[in-house]
C-alpha cells in the first residue's frame, strides 16, 4: 500500500528562522512527488513538482528536494505569510488512476 | 488558463437529507476529475476519481457516490447523509495525459447536524 508520511506535523519558527520539512514516501514506482501548500479554510496551492532523486526546485524561500525515500521543504528566512500547512504527495506507478496520495501535512507557524 | 469552480462554500444539513455537491473545470478538455475529503488535522483522502464522462471509481466504500454527466462536470451526492459525513470536500483537475499535478477547488464546509 502506497504511503506518504510527514513530520513534524507542527512547527513553530521564529522569522528568519531556517526549517525543514520532511515528507517520506513508500509507494510501488515513483512517478512524482508534490508539495502543495493549504491555508486555512482554502483548498491546496500547488508549489513544486519533483520526479527524480537528485532534483531541486525554488520559489522565493522555499526550495524542494527529493532522495529515493525522501523530500524535504527547505524555508530560509521565513515570513509570517509563509504560515500554512504543507502537504506532500506521491503519485505511483499504475494504469491509469492517477491519483495523489497524500500525507497529513505540517503545520508551519512564522512568529514576528 | 484553466480554472476550476466548485460550490457551494460552506453547507449545513440535517442528518438523512440528500447532498450535492458540484465541482466544474474550465480551459480543458478531457481532465481527470477527483472528490477528496479532509477531516480536521489530516491529510487529504481520495474518495473517488474519473478519467472520462460516466466512468467513476470508487477508493472507499461509503454513504457517497459521484457521476460525471459532462466532460467538466464532477458531481459528489448522497442519498442520506450521515453525522459521519461532515468534513472538508475539495475537488480537484490533472490533464488526462501526462504526468502533472492536480489543481484543488476551493473546497466545501460540509457540517451534518
Known amino acids: 500500500e502506497d504511503q506518504v508520511t510527514q513530520s513534524p506535523e507542527a512547527l513553530r519558527l521564529q522569522e528568519g528562522e531556517s526549517s525543514s520539512l520532511n515528507c517520506s514516501y513508500t509507494?510501488?514506482?515513483?512517478?512524482?512527488l508534490f508539495w502543495y501548500r493549504q491555508d486555512p479554510g482554502k483548498g491546496p496551492e500547488f508549489l513544486f513538482t519533483?520526479?527524480?532523486a537528485g532534483e531541486e526546485k525554488e520559489k522565493e524561500r522555499l526550495k524542494a528536494t527529493l532522495t529515493k525515500k525522501e523530500s524535504f521543504l527547505h524555508i530560509t528566512a521565513p515570513k509570517p505569510e509563509d504560515s500554512a500547512t504543507y502537504l506532500c504527495?506521491?503519485?505511483?506507478?499504475?494504469?491509469?488512476?492517477?491519483?495523489?496520495?497524500f500525507g497529513s501535512g505540517t503545520r508551519l507557524q512564522v512568529q514576528p | 488558463s484553466q480554472t476550476i469552480h466548485q460550490w457551494p462554500a460552506t453547507l449545513v444539513q440535517p442528518v438523512g437529507s440528500p447532498l450535492s455537491l458540484e465541482c466544474t473545470v474550465e480551459?480543458?478538455?478531457?481532465?481527470?476529475l477527483y472528490w477528496y475529503r479532509q477531516a480536521a488535522g489530516r491529510g487529504l483522502q481520495l474518495l473517488f476519481y474519473?478519467?472520462?464522462?460516466?466512468?467513476i471509481s470508487s477508493e472507499v466504500p461509503q454513504n457517497l457516490s459521484a457521476s460525471r454527466p459532462q466532460d467538466r462536470q464532477f458531481i459528489l451526492s448522497s442519498k442520506k447523509l450521515l453525522l459521519s459525513d461532515s468534513g472538508f470536500y475539495l475537488c480537484?483537475?490533472?490533464?488526462?495525459?501526462?504526468?502533472?499535478?492536480?489543481?484543488f477547488g476551493q473546497g466545501t464546509r460540509l457540517t451534518v447536524v
Open positions: 504527495a506521491a503519485r505511483a506507478l499504475d494504469t491509469g488512476r492517477r491519483a495523489l496520495t
Open positions: 474519473s478519467v472520462g464522462i460516466g466512468q
Open positions: 519533483l520526479y527524480s
Open positions: 480551459g480543458t478538455s478531457n481532465p481527470n
Open positions: 509507494v510501488s514506482g515513483l512517478r512524482g
Open positions: 480537484a483537475w490533472s490533464p488526462g495525459t501526462g504526468n502533472t499535478e492536480a489543481f
